[in-house]
C-alpha cells in the first residue's frame, strides 16, 4: 500500500541551498512538495493527513494474509518471490498522500531545489534520518541505490530510470540528479520514488540474488521473525526517525503485522471466517456475493463494506503473447475478443457487479471516450498509414452481446478469421500456410479463474479453436511470465493519475524481449513508441492527456488484449477488533491509518464454519 505510483510534477519543494553560478537558477519556494496540482493539497505548515487520527493509539497486532508463498527478502531483484509487506522496511526520498496522488511530500528529502530548465534535481536529505542499525542515511547511500537498482536490479528499473543519468554526491546530506534527454516534468518526481538502501549493508552482498537474510531498512516496520513460505511478522520500529513528520503523524499504527501465506484462495477464505486472520481485500465476484454469510459476520463480530474510489482502474485483460506466431495477425486477435461474452459473464459469473473496461486508462480523465481531438490529431497524423484507420474515426467499444446469446459475434469473428487467411476443416480452424490448428493455452495462477475462462473456451470451441486451461504455483507462473512462456494470460495493467516513464516498460518496443519486463504482450510498433515518448515528454498537464489518450486509441484498435472489467470501489472485510479515521481517503482504503482497539474483544479463532458458501 506504501509503493508510490510514477506521477509526473511541477515543482515546489523547497531549497536549502541554491544553484552554482554555472546553472540555470533554481525554481525555489517556502513549499513542502512536488505536485503536478495547481498547489499541494496539504500546505506548508499542516500537521497531519485529512484522513488519520493524529492520536491514534499505536500497539497490538493485525494479522493478514497472501496467496503463494515467499523465499526472498529482496524486492528489488527479478530473482526469488520476495515476502508481502517488504515495502514497510524500505523508505524513500518522497511519498505521497492517498488523498493527493499528484503529489509527493519529503520524507528521506527534507528540501529539494530544481531549476527551470528540469535538467537536474537536488535534494537535501534530513540529518535525522537513519537506518535500522542506527547509522545515517547518506548521500552516499542515495548515490548507491540508483546506480545499484540500475545496474543489477528488475528490469524495470533500467527504463523507468533511463534518463536518470547519474547521481552526484554535492556533501554529506545533499546529492543532485543529473538528467538526460528532452526536459521531462515527470524526472523529478520518478527520483523522489526512489527506495534509498543501505550502501554499507548491500555492498558486502551479492544484490542479484535472492536472500533470506533480513535486511537493513530505514521504515516504519523491521523484520521481527518468519517462517519461510509460511508466515512474516513486522515489528514496529518505536524511534523510528521518521514517526514524528507530518506526512507520518497517525499512521503505521500497528504494534506487529503478521502475514500467513495461503496456496489456495479458497482455503484462505476460509481461514479468515474461522478469524485465523483480521483483514481482507475481497477480489473475487463470487466470493463477495456468497461467501460471507457466516455466524460471524451476522452476529457483527465482522463487517463487510464497498468503499468507493477514486483511484484509476488501469487495464486487466485477456492478454496475447505476440511472440507466438498464432497472434501476430490483429484480424485474429480481434476474433478472438467477439468469442468472449463478458455481459454473459457479468450476469451469470460476477453477480453483476463490475463494468467493462474500454481502455487503459480507465476510471480517469486519460481514457479515450470521445473522437480525437485537434490536439490528439497533431500527434496522430504523422502516423497515418501505420496505426488502424478507426483510430482516426471511431471511439472504440469492446464486443458486447444482450446477454443471452453470442452467435451474432461469432459469426463476425469467422468472417475476421476467414479474411485472415484461416480456414475451418473437420471442425477446426487450421492456419493453410502450415497446416496447423489453432490451439491455445491459458495460463492461470489461481484456480479461481478457471470458472471465467471455461466458458470462453465453449466459445472459442465453435470456432474451431481448441482451448485448454493451464494452472500452475506462483513460483512457476513467475518463471514463464518473465520469460514470456504462455500463450495467453490474465494481466493487470496499473495506472497512475500521471503516466510516464513506466510506459516503456509496458509497451516500447525495446522492452518487447528483455525477461522481466512489463511488456509481457510483446509490442513492437513504432507508432506506439513514438506516441509513449509523447506521454513521457509532455510539458504540461494538458498535453499529458492529449497524449494518454491518443496512445490509448492506438493500443486498443491494435487488438494486443481482450478487456475484461473493472470494479469503482473496494470491496473489504474485517473483523471488528479495529478503530479508523471518519475520513477515508480518495484513492485508497487508507488501511495504514487505522489502529487496535484494546476496548473491542478480541474473538478467539475458531474451525471454519460450514455455512459459508
Not at 546553472?23 to 512536488?34: F, I, N, Q, S, Y
Not at 536490479?153 to 554529506?172: D, H, S, T, V, W
Not at 513460505?229 to 497517525?250: A, C, M, S, T
Not at 473456451?457 to 512457476?476: C, H, M, P, T, Y
Request: aromatic share 12%.
Amino acid at each position: 500500500m506504501r509503493l508510490t505510483t510514477a506521477i509526473a510534477a511541477l515543482l515546489l519543494l523547497a531549497a536549502a541551498a541554491p544553484a552554482t553560478a554555472a546553472e540555470p537558477k533554481a525554481k525555489v519556494t517556502d513549499g513542502h512538495a512536488l505536485s503536478l496540482a495547481d498547489a499541494p493539497k496539504y500546505g506548508p505548515g499542516f500537521t497531519h493527513l485529512e484522513y488519520v487520527d493524529p492520536d491514534a493509539p499505536k500497539g497490538g497486532e493485525v494479522r493478514l494474509h497472501s496467496i503463494g508463498s515467499f523465499d526472498s527478502f529482496n524486492p528489488y531483484v527479478i530473482k526469488g518471490s520476495p515476502a508481502a509487506g517488504l515495502s514497510n522496511v524500505f523508505e524513500t526520498l518522497m511519498v505521497s498522500a492517498e488523498d493527493d496522488i499528484l503529489t509527493e511530500y519529503g520524507l528521506i528529502a527534507k528540501s529539494v531545489e530544481v531549476p527551470e530548465d528540469l535538467s537536474y534535481v537536488t535534494y537535501t536529505l534530513r540529518e535525522e534520518a537513519r537506518f535500522h542499525d542506527g547509522t545515517p542515511i547518506t548521500a552516499d547511500d542515495v548515490v548507491f541505490s540508483l546506480n545499484l537498482l540500475k545496474e543489477h536490479g528488475q528490469p524495470f528499473y533500467r527504463f523507468y530510470y533511463a534518463n536518470i543519468a547519474r547521481a552526484e554526491k554535492l556533501g554529506p546530506h545533499r546529492v543532485k540528479f543529473h538528467f538526460s534527454g528532452p526536459p521531462n516534468r515527470e524526472l523529478p518526481q520518478i527520483t523522489g520514488q526512489l527506495p534509498v538502501l543501505s550502501r554499507a549493508y548491500w555492498s558486502k552482498r551479492d544484490f542479484t540474488r535472492s536472500t533470506m537474510d533480513i535486511p537493513v531498512g530505514s521504515g516504519p516496520y523491521r523484520i521481527k521473525s518468519f517462517e519461510p513460505g509460511r508466515f512474516i511478522v513486522y515489528e514496529r520500529v518505536e524511534d523510528w526517525w521518521g514517526k514524528d513528520l507530518p506526512i507520518n503523524r497517525g499512521r503505521y499504527n500497528f504494534g506487529t503485522i503478521r502475514y500467513d501465506f495461503y496456496r489456495d484462495p479458497v482455503v484462505a477464505l476460509e481461514a479468515f471466517k474461522a478469524h485465523k486472520y483480521d483483514f481482507r481485500l475481497e477480489n473475487s465476484s463470487k466470493d463477495w456475493a456468497t461467501g460471507y454469510n457466516f455466524p460471524a459476520r451476522r452476529d457483527g463480530a465482522v463487517r463487510v463494506e464497498e468503499l468507493p474510489h477514486d483511484q484509476p482502474t488501469g487495464m486487466q485483460a485477456f492478454a496475447f503473447n505476440l511472440r507466438r506466431d498464432k497472434f501476430r495477425d490483429p484480424r485474429v486477435r480481434q476474433a478472438l475478443g467477439y468469442a468472449f461474452d463478458f455481459e454473459w459473464s457479468n450476469q451469470n459469473l460476477f453477480y453483476g457487479q463490475y463494468t467493462r473496461t474500454k481502455s487503459y486508462f480507465s476510471n480517469s480523465e486519460l481514457a479515450a471516450r470521445e473522437k480525437p481531438s485537434e490536439a490528439e490529431l497533431k500527434l496522430l497524423e504523422p502516423l497515418r498509414g501505420k496505426v488502424p484507420d478507426e483510430v482516426f474515426t471511431t471511439v472504440y467499444e469492446p464486443p458486447s452481446t444482450d446477454g443471452s446469446g453470442i452467435r451474432p459475434n461469432l459469426r463476425k469473428a469467422l468472417l475476421l478469421l476467414r479474411d485472415a487467411g484461416w480456414l475451418v476443416k473437420n471442425n477446426r480452424l487450421i492456419d493453410p500456410k502450415s497446416g496447423q490448428p489453432l490451439e491455445i493455452e491459458f495460463l492461470l495462477v489461481s484456480p479461481a479463474f478457471e470458472r471465467v475462462v471455461a466458458p470462453f473456451l465453449r466459445n472459442l470451441e465453435r470456432l474451431g479453436v481448441r482451448g485448454q486451461i493451464r494452472v500452475v504455483d506462483s513460483a512457476q507462473y513467475l518463471n514463464r511470465l518473465r520469460s514470456f512462456d504462455f500463450d495467453v494470460v490474465v494481466q493487470s495493467f496499473g495506472q497512475s493519475a500521471s503516466p510516464g516513464n513506466e510506459q516503456r516498460d509496458y509497451w516500447h518496443s525495446e522492452a518487447a524481449d528483455r525477461p522481466g519486463s512489463q511488456n509481457v504482450i510483446g509490442i513492437e510498433n513504432p507508432a506506439v513508441d513514438a506516441l509513449v515518448k509523447a506521454v513521457i515528454e509532455a510539458p504540461n498537464r494538458a498535453s499529458l492527456i492529449e497524449a494518454c489518450r491518443a496512445l490509448d486509441r492506438v493500443l486498443l484498435w491494435n487488438h494486443y488484449l481482450i478487456p475484461q472489467w473493472h470494479i469503482r470501489s473496494d470491496r473489504v472485510a474485517w473483523w471488528d477488533r479495529f478503530g479508523r479515521p471518519d475520513k477515508k481517503p480518495a484513492y485508497g482504503v487508507g488501511f495504514n491509518s487505522w489502529w487496535v482497539d484494546v476496548a473491542k474483544p478480541v474473538p478467539p479463532p475458531t474451525d471454519a464454519p460450514r455455512d459459508g458458501g
